[in-house]
């Protein structure tokens, strides 16, 4: 026989090259095939609840980086809680309404108004459907376990069914009414927006002083006098029906340049630069609130503007004197209606000045801008034009401006229950707590909540109209609407007229209410997803509402987080959930937004083709996603160098107790040696940490307190001098079974806590385990055991380590210097200071052995230290070249090679083993 015959060389076919893109999609097919996700449902019966409520994707297009940051993310805590003593469904679900697949169709050539809307409302459907069935396989691919066969979907009748009586009980509380407001208009939608669906880019805007000379200046202005506003908006001045002022503020009456005007007091130096005035001369001071309900000329039409007090008015921009058109902002608005300003409306649906303007008619209200403005000049009122750049809001689909336009929509009323919002905040916990107070501001400042929207693909406003145009909103009409659409869908708003939607005895010859028609209006969206919470968590048998828990990015603070408690609450005095997580943007490495048109995007199946879905999953468990993250390929080969990191170390453990039977060969704690029971107190700090940081979310903490462990602990030391022992010693020594013993443990418990992460690997790892459960997945997560000791070998190996570190410089500095090569080449001499002799003195183990060096010596007390000794806090140390030979068997040098006659190449140590456990090697010695 051969002397590497004698040696336990570790042996396994788990591969160290992963092949994890054609692995991971036959383990996902055995996964479904074999019904894993319901097979842990089955196991956590009877268990506490813990319910992580989806928030729903549209239903467009492939998935992108931030969806699998996002699905990953609720993987993880799912696959967590399922293994840590909770029942825990997860149900995934799709937005499938609203404006984007309008759009789609039409790329497509579909032309709405060319086709009756139940037909096209079924192209929409088909369209949704489709994109569902792409974005789950691409879901699926990521290896994310859920009820996929039964998702939600927001078409779905019985949510739609959900989604009419939350809205039933909304309007029973008297919460929904139809109302004329300036509302976010985007005319490339020709749609109202809700705040959700705005978002900000700059863009270049005039900015005019306009003079509105008094007419009523109740005895305390002389009709000399203008009032001087100022807008970035010229083409709103036909719609101006007042100018606003501050009752708290001073305002002037000046002498500028030979004309009188009126500013704030305080905005003069300003104004005065603004306009380069030379000569002004501040005539008379007085309070806001003694103008109140002066009048002014309108500047192009023959109408007085009415002087009105108002708390919006600031001293941050302009001239204190606020142009008011109600009909287009929402301060204008309710400052107006205090006076009963006329709320008119100069713009159409498509963004054209109406007859409202006239001289302007027709005219596209950005083209009318510059036309308004040299109206005014010619009428002498311009004082100024100038131009900047701003941030102002734009549709986020179409990414074209929008405009603030007065148009009759029914609202949610905010304000009836706004503090019932606000103290069920308070009752939320948020991750980044920073969370609250965003949601709470934000919830704090909105205005009422404009839920109707012009489009056809969505659910039907379920209101009808009598005959002299009264809405009906009454709780048998809705019910009744609630029933048809649940077991027809919404369709059939379309599919039939108003008289066969209604109740019984609506439609009779009786009823006072004449001839119906109903609404043509779709719900907002956000009220769709923001129903979820009833129409799935409250519905589910599986589920429970509240939810434990809603995770989505940060954007969702004014999206889903805020539509589905303002709903939670107007229909249930509740928020719909208990937590909320919210996660960051993903951007490109250098910090830009991902979008197709930069070309900067990395889409997730690019890297599942090169790397497999594991360094995908990987790569959202190190990431810090409070905030955004930055995402290029790099990335993901740096994530695929620590992933070989972590499955090289799995695979030595692996390897090294493939003839460790759990049951007959595992050693007690208390007969392991000094540093296998230190390993073992490591672990179990290990799992203690990564599930408290599993239980915050704090998934970077989790994967770096495993790593570390992995990699320092385990593969830098234990791993690194167990070769000595599990390689050489005889197969069942105590020695040999003491260090299998923790390898095993570890190799089980690590692979637990990493199977919500590295989701493949653990299962990849598991048959290796020889464990009761088929499935990692199946298993539960180790509990941290504490022991007696712990304490006291933390410290005293905790000390150990931070010489060994010392020691480990040495031998680099003599490797340096060509006095070794390998460290088993050395003999190392320590001079210790008193506290480390008594460390070294009393540690139960082969310091030589974990030091992999062929010597080790304390020196006396009294020993004189070498002058080439390299010294350190607690000592000094010398590195010589061992004396001896090498052992053929155990590499050591040592001079007892050849002690034995049998085995001239062994040294005493390894002859003792083999002479003991190979009867072959003593009669016939080895093969050269």
């Known amino acids: 026989m051969k002397v590497k015959d004698t040696l336990n060389l570790g042996k396994t076919d788990f591969k160290m090259r992963a092949g994890l893109p054609n692995k991971e999609p036959k383990m996902q097919a055995a996964w479904e095939e074999n019904h894993l996700y319901q097979e842990r449902q089955k196991a956590n019966e009877g268990k506490p609840t813990f319910i992580l409520h989806d928030g729903p994707p549209f239903a467009n297009g492939n998935i992108h980086m931030g969806h699998a940051l996002n699905k990953i993310s609720k993987d993880i805590i799912v696959r967590y809680k399922s293994m840590n003593g909770f029942r825990a469904p997860y149900v995934p679900g799709w937005d499938t309404h609203g404006l984007p697949i309008e759009q789609q169709l039409a790329k497509k050539g579909v032309h709405r108004k060319e086709m009756s809307m139940a037909d096209y409302r079924e192209l929409c459907r088909q369209f949704a459907m489709k994109e569902i069935d792409k974005q789950r396989t691409d879901f699926k691919r990521l290896g994310v376990l859920g009820d996929w066969e039964h998702p939600y979907i927001t078409l779905q009748p019985k949510f739609e069914e959900a989604e009419i009586r939350v809205f039933g009980a909304m309007a029973e509380k008297g919460y929904i009414y139809h109302g004329l407001k300036p509302v976010y208009w985007s005319w490339s939608s020709e749609s109202t927006l809700a705040e959700a669906e705005i978002e900000y880019h700059d863009v270049k805007s ?9 007419v009523d200046g109740k005895g305390l202005l002389d009709s000399d006098t203008s009032f001087i506003i100022w807008t970035t908006t010229p083409w709103t001045i036909p719609a101006n029906y007042g100018i606003a002022v501050n009752p708290r503020f001073e305002y002037a009456q000046v002498q500028a340049d030979g004309k009188k005007y009126v500013v704030a007091a ?21 309070s806001g609130k003694e103008m109140d309900r002066m009048t002014a000329q309108h500047p192009l039409y023959d109408r007085t503007s009415l002087v009105i007090l108002g708390d919006h008015v600031t001293l941050d921009s302009g001239t204190g004197l606020v142009h008011t058109a109600p009909g287009h902002g929402e301060d204008d608005y309710k400052a107006g209606m205090k006076y009963d300003l006329p709320v008119v409306s100069v713009v159409d649906e498509k963004g054209f000045m109406t007859e409202d303007a006239p001289g302007f008619t027709g005219v596209f209200y950005d083209k009318a801008n510059p036309m308004v403005t040299k109206a005014l000049e010619e009428k002498g009122a311009l004082l100024k034009l100038d131009f900047f750049t701003h941030s102002y809001p734009h549709d986020w689909r179409t990414k074209k401006p929008v405009i603030f336009r007065a148009t009759t929509q029914w609202f949610a009323s905010v304000d009836a229950f706004r503090q019932q919002i606000l103290a069920a905040i308070d009752q939320v916990h948020f991750t980044p707590e920073w969370g609250k107070t965003r949601l709470y501001n934000m919830i704090r400042d909105r205005g009422d909540w404009v839920i109707s929207r012009q489009r056809a693909w969505g659910v039907p406003l ?15 009409t809705i019910d009744h609407v609630a029933d048809l659409f649940g077991q027809y869908g919404s369709i059939v708003w379309s599919q039939r007229e108003a008289k066969d939607l209604l109740p019984e005895g609506y439609t009779n010859e009786h009823s006072p209410h004449g001839e119906f028609t109903k609404e043509t209006d779709i719900m907002d969206v956000w009220f769709d997803s923001g129903s979820s919470w009833s129409g799935v968590v409250e519905a589910r048998p599986e589920l429970t509402y509240p939810a434990d828990l809603y995770l989505e990015g940060s954007d969702q603070y004014r999206g889903w ?23 960051g943007f993903t951007l490109d490495g250098q910090g830009r937004k991902m979008s197709k048109s930069l070309g900067n995007t990395i889409a997730p199946d690019v890297v599942e083709k090169q790397y497999g879905a594991e360094i995908i999953r990987l790569w959202a468990a190190t990431v810090d996603s409070s905030s955004d993250v930055r995402v290029s390929m790099d990335n993901f080969a740096q994530t695929s160098e620590a992933y070989r990191k972590i499955r090289n170390t799995l695979r030595f453990m692996i390897a090294n107790t493939s003839d460790f039977d759990e049951a007959k060969d595992t050693v007690a704690y208390d007969q392991l040696g000094s540093v296998d029971q230190y390993l073992m107190v490591r672990l179990n700090q290990v799992i203690e940490a990564a599930k408290a940081a599993y239980d915050r979310y704090d998934f970077a903490t989790v994967e770096k307190t495993i790593s570390n462990f992995l990699v320092n602990d385990l593969s830098a030391f234990y791993l690194d001098f167990a070769k000595d022992v599990v390689y050489i010693e005889a197969e069942n020594s105590l020695a040999r079974r003491r260090m299998q013993t923790v390898m095993f443990r570890a190799l089980v418990d690590l692979t637990k806590l990493l199977t919500p992460i590295l989701s493949h690997t653990a299962e990849e790892v598991w048959p290796y385990l020889r464990q009761p459960e088929a499935y990692a997945a199946l298993s539960n997560l180790p509990s941290a055991q504490s022991f007696a000791n712990g304490d006291a070998l933390l410290k005293q190996w905790g000390a150990f380590m ?34 480390l002799r008594e460390l070294l003195a009393g540690l139960d183990a082969n310091v030589m052995q974990l030091l992999i060096t062929s010597g080790f010596t304390v020196a006396a007390e009294d020993a004189a230290v070498p002058a080439d000794a390299v010294a350190f806090d607690d000592g000094a140390i010398v590195v010589a070249h061992a004396a001896g030979d090498v052992c053929q068997r155990c590499r050591m040098t040592t001079t007892d090679v050849g002690s034995d006659d049998r085995f001239p190449t062994l040294c005493a140590r390894c002859a003792k083993i083999v002479a003991a456990n190979f009867p072959e090697a003593v009669t016939n010695g080895f093969e050269a």
């Open 206 to 214: 005039p900015s005019i002083y306009v003079a509105f000379k008094v």
């Open 266 to 286: 305080e905005r003069l130096p300003v104004v005065k630069e603004a306009l380069g005035w030379q000569d002004v001369e501040i005539l008379k001071t007085f």
């Open 462 to 476: 379920p209101i009808f109209y009598a005959e002299d145009g009264t809405p009906i909103l009454e709780k048998a």
């Open 561 to 583: 987080f805020n539509s589905s408690i303002i709903t939670s609450v107007a229909a249930r005095g509740k928020a719909p959930y208990k937590q909320v997580l919210s996660q």
């Open 802 to 835: 931070a010489f060994r570190a010392e020691v480990q410089k040495s031998l680099e500095m003599a490797r340096d210097a060509k006095l070794i090569g390998k460290s088993m080449e050395a003999a190392v001499t320590v001079y210790p200071k008193p506290a």
